[in-house]
């Protein structure tokens, strides 16, 4: 599914974010930059060690912030390292931490000449966010950004399952239709 916002492609797709061929994919990130489980180990395993050595001299990243590195052997140029919140019960300021790490990781494609960028879906594995919630702040995080800033052609959502693309889908029509 994909729709047009303010001459952005906002995409949702099912498959392997580490195959992603954008300028940048987002790494779902532990705070340590240390290549922990699901799609951060995935990522860092396929990219090699090149990613690793940057992410160590950052030292960490706050939850809600980004950092970028290369790449490595990936076919996009760099990744974005990005710390969602880990869901306790949506009372202790997950929404704004999620919803500050998708604009985290917007604020620096734009800041390094990214043009097109491909994220999954940041704090819904081990970290339990509520996919329907997450969805809802992933999407319209992405829109008012495009809406409020030029430079960007294409984000793509990359969801690992069926059910999470199913989900995702249901959140952009909503949002697509001004619900």
């Known amino acids: 599914m994909r729709v047009m916002v303010n001459g952005v492609e906002i995409e949702l797709v099912r498959g392997d974010i580490t195959a992603e061929s954008s300028d940048a994919i987002v790494n779902a990130a532990n705070s340590a ?3 922990g489980g699901g799609v951060d180990h995935a990522i860092h395993r396929a990219g090699g060690d090149a990613i690793m050595r940057e992410c160590a001299r950052f030292g960490g990243c706050p939850t809600g912030s980004a950092v970028i590195t290369t790449g490595g052997e990936l076919k996009a140029r760099y990744v974005i390292h990005t710390v969602g919140p880990i869901y306790v019960d949506g009372q202790r300021g997950e929404p704004q931490l999620l919803a500050s790490a998708y604009a985290s990781s917007l604020r620096l494609a734009l800041d390094n000449g990214i043009k097109t960028i491909s994220f999954p879906s940041i704090s819904t594995g081990v970290y339990g966010y ?7 702040i992933a999407l319209e995080t992405v829109f008012d950004f495009v809406m ?9 959502f990359v969801l690992f399952s069926e059910r999470d693309l199913a989900v995702y889908s249901k959140a952009l029509e909503r949002l697509a239709k001004g619900g």
């Open 33 to 35: 930059l240390a290549g």
């Open 130 to 136: 509520p996919i329907g919630f997450a969805a809802r």
């Open 148 to 156: 409020a800033n030029k430079g960007l052609r294409s984000v793509r």
